[in-house]
């Protein structure tokens, strides 16, 4: 690794004012980041830590309150997030592998804007917000609007995730599926998470493009619909159409449409099933 | 840019001069001269290089060193008891013939210790997820499986005894 | 060691004994080159070609040389002040210590940085700039036969292998060995058969990643140097190294302690020569360790391409068999054209077939190189051959199992080569494996998107020949006992064995033999560890060690008049009059080879056979493609174990290595020949998801004649029938037949989709 500068600001303000600086990066779990970073691919001057701000823990009231700074092993053993959120304790048992859940954050996994993570589609689904500090205070962003393109985010450079606000579950079931095409335990191929509430679905397709996006023609067709196999089917073929996907090492373009069809079928069909 | 950082290393205050960019894997091997944790794939995903730091194991080759000041850092070194018997864990691997070119072994088991810790009976299906991030090339898998089911028959029924 | 001197009469052979290291392994204390940090050491950081096929026009050090703490940048010409002529190799000398006037893959080294801190100089190598003027590359085995590309200018032969010599200053050539073996008279047969079944199979390159990453530690004198090497061959290093250095063979010491994974990787020489040369550039200790990615840029396994045709009478006898197998070695030529020769003669099948053509082409091409990879060869072919044989025998609706029977190759009977068979189970094995999987019983074929099928596969292989090895055993005055061989144990269980066998002969506890490791100044030549020859070659010139050690020792009973069964520690005390003293007893093995003929034929062509079996059951997923092992059976051959439960741990093994190779890995390569996942994150292996949901192992009872009381190799043999019983089982399960490896999901699932498009 390049060496390069850690600075571990003990207040949210300094932390953007260190931020402000040519090649400066925040620095959370920093498992995406040194990876980068080992790889050659990324090469900070600066390393901003953000583990000293106090962004940790888990709060419920009605609203499912993270601080950005806490784990993801943290939000999959908590007891009122598996009460009140199930899908989020499901879907964090197959992300990536403990040593990483025990050190990476929710802000982080956030932020990175890998496409192939799984919590970005996840809580875009689930209607997530974050909460951004940045030198002109606060603003909130839901999480699908968070994403410009592949590893870049819509932040500004001396802007911080400190919150992720998910609503409440209520009657909405849920559920996030994933389809891995090398190895099972690998980046997924496609990772797909509806949610049902009412006669409402979202969708948020992941990983076979270069951002998270909600699948709109998809959500319309299956709009009341979502237990018709006919709209299943329709809403599974208009999915692999509106989806802008490009052949990768985890498939062809083609396959990978194939993968979103039987997916979101699949994943309708274990939301539906699900409890909440 | 170096500077001294204070931490507990397997039970003893220690102190090292690190600089930013180095990992805790490489400070444990040059300052401490522990080999137990050991970079292979560089990326976190092999577990070769498990170390407990405050209680939670990590990958050693993607954590910084710097960020270990004030913490409790634990590795295989210190897995043992003192007069080189083995912990269940360990004894149950070697039972078990669960290593072949042992490189893997001190994470698989740091992370056993973990898993056993967390669910004192797991079932396949736990052992199998809470171990998903350590690769054995030899692929010692079902041995390694067996093991872990042994060290908890037997932490569970050392347990029962000390009621 | 507790129990030293007791002597006891429970059998050591055949006892699971826990290995011996297991201390050291679980508590994290064994020893590898990678811990390996010596006074004043620098590290070295190789620079490598960024393109697949180049002249060297340029290569500028400046800027790297010009960061702080960057000790000496180093390129070929450099080293050519040291050796003249630095090429290396096991069959060619066609492999320089860093390139020289042309790089000839993507990921060959062209220089190294050396610095006392391995961040500099990791950081100093990027700013190392080499200019190149590109040639025309060549990727595909059998595009090499006839490219223009050509990858050498001449071909070098190393010398060492008679069927390589007629190949030395051939030009305008890839061909680095065309292997040939003619029996009956195949065209005639083919002319005449009822039914000829031809087909063509693929297999992909891959890689060894042995979790210990390739590392060598040179430290030197002016009249010696020592390597530290994690080295599945440390005889081979000192002889190659002295032949480039032009020493004397006593004044190149190589030692070698436990080994993080070998699998093949850690053969001949990989990075001793560079870090030898190094440290007698700058006269300080120099270590190099690869990283994961860098270990994809030395040693691979071979891609292939295999044309087999069958002559088949209608009621299933394989009259003739014509094969056609084209190697992928990469740049260099490493051991490939033994792949060719040593495993191409293997081709036809363990099948009793009268007429028989094989042609074998190890060929040179500009990706990384290709060797050795648990199996030499023989997964890629018994793949072709066993995918083939089930496509016949389900074309004339045979049963499978039943075809492989009346075509078997049995006992007494001339294989290809004329060699008749001994000692190779073959129809227990194929018995046995038809049992585990209750072949005959009726089995669930799923429905819906999930369908199920099941298949077997049959494999064997001759170990390879013509090999020595050496060992020696010291029985100390208390009659402990200490084991010299060069054999290195890389995960594989060596040194257990090696002392049971010593521990069986002496009567004594397992536990009382210490196994030295190899270190060419005090353990003696061994050819290598290497294609399951260890167990029988090294397990044999132990146990005569340790037979001429028990000799002299029964003769001091004599001369002392003490009784037979005196124990060993009071015949030295007897004999010196206080405990003193050591029996020293050599062995010295090399079983019996017959060169073949210019029509691969020979009476003696190995000096054992291997044999295994693979069976599954799968359920693929219609709709996606993905194929999930439920069952793997792997049954083997492996003489009489020496150690049960060792034996088990290694066709297990083997098979999930294989499951990998069969399923999903692929080094993939774009159409400039870069390497595209060279990384865990982007080049997976197996891990716990991937188990399939039982695994079932057996070792038949049986024996072989020649083998260290009764034992043979077993490392290899589980890799064997893994590919193709997973090929035969998706077709079981879904009517599609899948000829290149990897079967992964999309392969699969855009076979079903052909199919049901046709229909």
């Given at each position: 690794m390049t060496p390069f500068e850690l600075a571990e600001p003990g207040t949210l303000a300094q932390a953007v004012s260190l931020l402000d600086a040519e090649n400066a990066r925040p620095l959370s779990g920093g498992t995406a980041l040194m990876l980068m970073m080992k790889a050659g691919v990324l090469r900070p001057a600066r390393l901003v830590s953000l583990r000293k701000l106090g962004l940790d823990g888990i709060r419920v009231d009605g609203e499912l309150r993270i601080g950005a700074m806490t784990s993801l092993r943290e939000l999959e053993r908590s007891a009122q997030v598996k009460a009140g959120w199930p899908v989020i304790t499901r879907a964090l048992r197959t992300l990536s592998n403990v040593r990483v859940r025990n050190v990476a954050t929710v802000g982080g996994a956030l932020a990175h804007a890998d496409p192939h993570m799984d919590l970005p589609p996840l809580l875009a689904a689930l209607g997530a917000q974050v909460t951004i500090a940045g030198p002109r205070g606060e603003r909130r962003l839901a999480v699908e609007a968070l994403y410009a393109g592949y590893l870049e985010n819509t932040l500004a450079r001396d802007e911080l995730i400190t919150q992720v606000t998910i609503p409440s579950m209520g009657k909405t079931r849920a559920a996030y599926l994933k389809c891995t095409t090398r190895s099972a335990d690998d980046w997924p191929a496609v990772g797909i998470a509806v949610a049902i509430d009412g006669d409402e679905v979202r969708v948020v397709l992941g990983a076979a493009t270069d951002k998270p996006v909600r699948l709109a023609a998809a959500e319309r067709l299956l709009k009341?619909?979502?237990?018709?196999p006919k709209a299943l089917d329709e809403a599974a073929e208009a999915a692999a159409e509106e989806a802008s996907i490009e052949g990768d090492s985890h498939g062809s373009a083609a396959y990978k449409k194939q993968l979103v069809r039987v997916y979101l079928k699949r994943t309708v069909h274990e939301a539906r099933r699900a409890i909440h | 840019m170096r500077r001294e950082i204070r931490f507990r290393l397997n039970g003893e205050a220690v102190s090292a001069q690190v600089a930013?960019?180095?990992?805790l894997v490489e400070v444990l091997r040059a300052e401490f001269g522990l080999h137990g944790a050991r970079e292979s794939c560089g990326q976190g995903m092999c577990g070769c290089c498990t170390v407990v730091v405050d209680a939670r194991a990590v990958s050693g080759c993607l954590y910084?060193?710097?960020?270990?000041?004030n913490a409790d850092v634990r590795t295989i070194e210190a897995a043992h008891a003192e007069d080189g018997g083995l912990d269940p864990v360990q004894q149950a691997f070697v039972d078990s013939g669960a290593l072949q070119c042992g490189f893997c072994t001190p994470g698989f088991v740091l992370m056993t210790r973990q898993l056993l810790d967390e669910i004192p009976d797991p079932d396949e299906d736990d052992i199998r997820h809470y171990l998903s991030g350590n690769l054995c090339r030899c692929a010692a898998y079902p041995e390694i499986i067996e093991a872990v089911k042994l060290a908890a028959r037997r932490r569970n029924a050392s347990r029962e005894e000390k009621r | 060691m507790k129990r030293a001197g007791q002597s006891t009469e429970t059998p050591q052979v055949g006892r699971s004994v826990p290995r011996l290291e297991s201390w050291l392994k679980v508590t994290g204390r064994a020893e590898y080159v990678h811990n390996l940090r010596l006074p004043g050491m620098l590290y070295g950081k190789i620079c490598r070609s960024t393109v697949a096929h180049g002249r060297i026009k340029r290569i500028d050090v400046a800027a790297a040389q010009a960061v702080g703490g960057v000790y000496r940048v180093v390129t070929g010409e450099d080293i050519r002040k040291l050796i003249p002529e630095p090429y290396y190799g096991p069959a060619f000398h066609d492999q320089p210590v860093l390139a020289l006037e042309k790089v000839r893959y993507v990921g060959e080294p062209v220089a190294v940085v050396l610095a006392a801190d391995p961040h500099v100089a990791e950081e100093a190598a990027h700013l190392v700039v080499a200019e190149y003027e590109e040639l025309p590359a060549v990727y595909d085995e059998v595009e090499a036969v006839s490219s223009k590309a050509i990858v050498h200018d001449a071909l070098k032969p190393a010398g060492t292998f008679p069927d390589l010599k007629h190949l030395k200053g051939k030009t305008n050539t890839n061909v680095a060995l065309d292997f040939r073996l003619r029996r009956g008279d195949p065209d005639t047969a083919m002319g005449k058969a009822e039914r000829v079944f031809e087909h063509r199979f693929r297999t992909q390159q891959v890689m060894h990643t042995p979790l210990e990453p390739l590392v060598s530690v040179a430290e030197s004198t002016d009249s010696s140097i020592t390597i530290h090497t994690a080295s599945q061959s440390p005889s081979f290093v000192r002889i190659e190294i002295a032949r480039l250095l032009g020493w004397p063979e006593n004044r190149v010491r190589v030692r070698v302690p436990f080994l993080g994974g070998g699998f093949g990787a850690k053969l001949y020489i990989k990075l001793e020569a560079l870090v030898s040369v190094l440290s007698l550039l700058t006269r300080k200790p120099v270590k190099i360790s690869l990283t994961m990615e860098e270990q994809f840029f030395t040693i691979t396994k071979h891609a292939s391409t295999f044309r087999i045709k069958s002559a088949v009478t209608q009621d299933g006898r394989i009259v003739a068999r014509e094969c056609e197998v084209w190697w992928n070695g990469g740049a260099y030529a490493d051991i490939g054209p033994r792949v060719t020769q040593k495993s191409g003669f293997t081709a036809p099948g363990p099948y009793d077939i009268d007429n028989v053509r094989i042609d074998s082409y190890a060929l040179y091409t500009n990706l990384p190189p290709a060797g050795a990879l648990r199996g030499f060869g023989i997964p890629q072919l018994v793949w072709a051959y066993e995918s083939h044989t089930d496509m016949i025998a389900r074309e004339l609706g045979i049963d499978p199992i039943e075809f492989r029977r009346r075509n078997l190759l049995r006992e007494g009977r001339p294989q290809a080569t004329g060699t008749r068979m001994k000692d190779a189970a073959l129809e227990k094995v194929l018995e046995r494996v038809a049992a585990l999987m209750n072949w005959n019983d009726a089995f669930d074929r799923g429905g819906g998107t999930l369908r199920r099928g099941r298949g077997i596969a049959l494999g064997f292989k001759a170990c390879i020949a013509n090999t020595t090895s050496l060992a020696a055993v010291n029985v100390n005055a208390d009659g402990s006992c200490t084991v010299y061989t060069s054999c290195v144990d890389m995960g594989q269980a060596s040194d257990t064995a090696m002392a049971q066998i010593a521990a069986e002969v002496l009567r004594i506890p397992t536990e009382a033999v210490t196994v030295v490791h190899s270190d060419t100044d005090v353990t003696p030549f061994d050819m290598a560890t290497l294609g399951s020859r260890s167990l029988f070659h090294s397990g044999n010139a132990v146990k005569l060690a340790a037979e001429d050690a028990i000799g002299k020792i029964d003769q001091l009973r004599q001369e002392l008049h003490l009784?037979?069964?005196?124990p060993i520690a009071d015949v030295f005390k007897k004999k010196y009059g206080m405990r003193a003293g050591s029996v020293m007893g050599a062995g010295n093995f090399i079983p019996p080879y017959t060169p073949p003929d210019e029509n691969g034929q020979t009476d003696n062509a190995t000096p054992f056979w291997m044999v295994g079996a693979t069976g599954v059951e799968v359920e693929v997923d219609t709709e996606t493609g993905r194929v999930r092992l439920t069952r793997l059976v792997n049954v083997a051959d492996v003489g009489a174990p020496i150690n049960p439960r060792i034996v088990e741990t290694q066709l297990s093994g083997a098979a999930i290595m294989q499951l990998g190779f069969s399923l999903f890995e692929k080094m993939q390569f774009d159409a400039d020949g870069q390497l595209r996942n060279a990384s865990f994150a982007e080049y997976k292996i197996p891990g716990f998801h991937d188990l399939p949901g039982e695994i079932v192992n057996e070792a038949v009872v049986a024996q072989q004649s020649t083998g260290p009381f009764g034992g043979k190799g077993v490392g290899e043999t589980g890799t064997f029938g893994v590919s193709p019983a997973i090929a035969n089982a998706i077709h079981d399960a879904v009517g599609v037949r899948l000829t290149s490896l990897p079967m992964n999901p999309e392969a699969v699932f855009n076979a079903i989709s052909i199919k049901s498009g046709r229909e």
């Open positions: 009341g619909r979502a237990a018709d | 930013p960019h180095e990992t910084l060193a710097s960020l270990c000041e | 009784p037979a069964d005196a």
